[in-house]
């Protein structure tokens, strides 16, 4: 059964105190890994999909990358307004697109 | 405004009693998804529609139905409610005809339901 863990659950950081985010995940084959933001009371919004091994993706001061078992988050010298819940979804190769999705690191960021 | 609209915003209803949730997928998009977002679940999903069909099933209970209309939008039933059904349901969006590079869900603002 596919499968994806967050951690941490939450993490508070120091505006320009740069950290990562981490996504496990078990799945038969992994057609794509998307991360999204959520903010309190809205949708989540999609930021980066990854598909293979070694890739990597950049906007602002996020960057993913993607392992076999594992993707990262890095967020470099963050800002309060980076504060958020970031998910972390896989899509399998099952012939449908649902995600699984991980419960989601809930960051703070501190002026 | 991610251009899926989900109607309404608030529900509060009581026990037993049946709702309906409303989702317009963003123009263009074939498939609907509709999950379920508890505080300690996170995001579950339920069921996907792709240009009318139902084409995915998730952890939706028998209480729980949905279909999509030939316009696209589409609607989820909650019957029976329990205290439990209290969550936020979204519904999300996407092109549906295959994996687009760099392409995720549009999510909606979600629905949040009560159940007292």
């Known amino acids: 059964e596919d499968q994806v863990t967050q951690s941490p659950e939450a993490l508070r950081l120091q505006e320009g105190e740069s950290s990562s985010l981490n996504c496990s995940y078990t799945v038969s084959g992994l057609r794509g890994l998307f991360w999204y933001r959520q903010d309190p009371g809205k949708g989540p919004e999609f930021l980066f999909t990854l598909y293979s091994a070694g890739e990597e993706k950049e906007k602002e001061r996020l960057k993913a990358t993607l392992t076999k078992k594992e993707s990262f988050l890095h967020i470099t010298a963050p800002k309060p307004e980076d504060s958020a819940t970031y998910l972390c979804?896989?899509?399998?190769?099952?012939?449908?697109?649902?995600?699984?999705f991980g419960t989601g690191t809930r960051l703070k960021v501190l002026a | 405004d991610s251009g899926v609209t989900q109607t309404p915003k608030h529900l509060i209803t009581a026990t037993g009693q049946r709702v309906t949730l409303r989702c317009s997928p963003r123009s263009g998009d074939l498939s609907v998804y509709w999950y379920q977002q508890s505080l300690d679940q996170g995001l579950q999903f339920l069921i996907q529609y792709y240009n009318g069909e139902e084409r995915a099933k998730g952890n939706i209970l028998e209480r729980f139905s949905a279909q999509q209309f030939p316009d696209l939008h589409s609607e989820l039933n909650l019957s029976s409610l329990e205290l439990g059904d209290s969550a936020l349901y979204f519904c999300a969006s996407s092109p549906g005809a295959g994996i687009l590079p760099n392409y995720g869900y549009t999510f909606g603002s979600g629905t949040r339901l009560t159940v007292v």
């Open positions: 979804a896989v899509q399998d190769t099952s012939g449908t697109y649902k995600y699984i």
